[in-house]
């Protein structure tokens, strides 16, 4: 594996060449350099090279390495265990992995109580049907984003999906179009002044798919940092 900064380069040129395929603008597309379980060293080179948005999927993870690095934009993307909301709330500039309405409560409890105007979220969704998933099934989604309005806390920003683990981007093609499609149903549902407009979808197997499906976020760990020495997933 290359170093950080040459896979930083050769991921970028990526993001761009396919917006380029789909005529989109490569400013459409947000890069999350997903850094769990790398240091912090691995961190601090990326922002030197511009890099602005990290992912993190452990609390306890995000929040060290958020407490060294504030200036960068730290992205909650891994399960949300409900007593860890209040840890976290306040570092996080987006959680992409809203799936159940107990976190939602917890999300509203702290909010109110840290005085939060409100947290930015996505809600997962389990877009394969996946038992091993977390996110919410496509069938119980009308009723969890009805619900979801009920809590002044949540603003609701878009969704977010963990395709299939695939070899080939374009085998996940379908299942980001359905993504998309999903969000444009639930837009229509939501009030006007709503501001839904994230697709987070793509890692390093399959981001260019979602990028052509019209991801507005990536997260991609490996192909900027290398592979993970244990699964943390
Ligand atoms: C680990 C992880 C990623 C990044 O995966 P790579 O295959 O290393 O790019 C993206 N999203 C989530 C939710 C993850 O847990």
Not at 20 to 40: C, Q, W, Y
Not at 131 to 143: A, C, H, Q, R
Not at 168 to 182: G, H, W
Request: with cysteine; charged share 30%.
């Amino acid at each position: 594996m290359g170093n950080i900064v040459e896979n930083l380069d050769e991921v970028r040129y990526r993001i761009e060449k396919a917006c380029d395929s789909v005529g989109r603008k490569k400013e459409e597309v947000t890069l999350i350099a997903v850094s769990k379980t790398k240091p912090i060293s691995d961190i601090l080179t990326a922002y030197d090279y511009s890099q602005r948005d990290f992912g993190e999927n452990k609390v306890v993870e995000l929040i060290e390495k958020q407490a060294v690095l504030p200036d960068a934009k730290w992205h909650m993307i891994g399960h949300l265990q409900r007593n860890k909301v209040k840890k976290v709330l306040d570092k996080i500039t987006l959680l992409h992995s809203l799936d159940s309405l107990d976190l939602a409560v917890e999300i509203q409890k702290y909010a109110e109580k840290l005085k939060l105007d409100f947290l930015d979220t996505l809600i997962e969704i389990n877009i394969a049907g996946e038992e091993s998933k977390f996110g919410i099934d496509l069938n119980k989604l009308p009723y969890f984003v009805d619900e979801l309005l009920k809590y002044n806390k949540i603003r609701i920003r878009g969704l977010m999906c963990v395709a299939p683990n695939v070899k080939k981007s374009d085998e996940n093609r379908a299942l980001f179009c359905k993504m998309r499609e999903i969000m444009l149903d639930i837009s229509y549902h939501l009030p006007h002044n709503s501001h839904i407009d994230i697709l987070s979808m793509g890692m390093s197997n399959d981001f260019e798919a979602a990028i052509k499906e019209g991801a507005t976020m990536v997260r991609i760990g490996s192909d900027i940092f290398g592979r993970r020495e244990y699964n943390s997933n």
